[in-house]
């Protein structure tokens, strides 16, 4: 009697082990990699690509893109449109860039604004 209640003990004692050793992985697996990534230096840029990698986009610079027209869609539509204006406008804009460093200071430009559907 005493042998079946130490395997059985043995038991529950092994598989509570496996059960804390993959928590255990599971909390190391969650939290390890980000606390690596912050002390990398910096220009690896680790931290980012993780985000990239969380968002599945492909490029820093999409997953960038689309983590701000999540966060402030209002705010992302802006630089969108000035984007665009400032496209539109490549011409004038450079002509005053140019008039500007001759100059010294500001000078006033006159540039074209299209019309947007809201």
Same mark, same amino acid.
């Given at each position: #009697? +005493?042998?079946?209640?130490?395997? *059985?003990? /043995?038991? *529950?004692?092994?598989?509570?082990? $496996?059960?804390?050793? @993959?928590?255990? +992985?599971?909390?190391?697996?969650?939290?390890? =990699? +980000? @606390? @690596?990534?912050? $002390? #990398? !230096? $910096?220009?690896?840029?680790? !931290?980012?690509?993780?985000?990239?990698?969380? @968002?599945? *986009? =492909?490029?820093?610079?999409?997953?960038?893109?689309?983590? #701000?027209?999540? +966060?402030? =869609? &209002?705010?992302?539509?802006? $630089?969108? &449109?000035?984007?665009? #204006?400032?496209? &539109?406008?490549?011409?004038?804009? &450079?002509?005053?860039?140019?008039?500007?460093?001759?100059?010294?200071? !500001?000078?006033?430009?006159?540039?074209?604004?299209?019309?947007? /559907?809201?």
């Amino acid at each position: #009697m +005493g042998n079946a209640h130490t395997r *059985e003990q /043995q038991r *529950e004692h092994i598989w509570s082990g $496996i059960g804390g050793g @993959v928590l255990a +992985g599971c909390l190391l697996w969650a939290i390890l =990699p +980000g @606390v @690596v990534a912050r $002390i #990398m !230096p $910096i220009s690896w840029h680790w !931290p980012e690509r993780i985000a990239a990698r969380t @968002v599945r *986009e =492909p490029t820093l610079w999409e997953a960038g893109a689309r983590i #701000m027209r999540a +966060g402030r =869609p &209002d705010a992302w539509q802006a $630089i969108v &449109d000035a984007a665009e #204006m400032r496209r &539109d406008n490549r011409d004038a804009i &450079d002509t005053c860039e140019q008039q500007a460093v001759k100059a010294k200071q !500001p000078v006033r430009c006159t540039i074209r604004i299209g019309n947007r /559907q809201l």
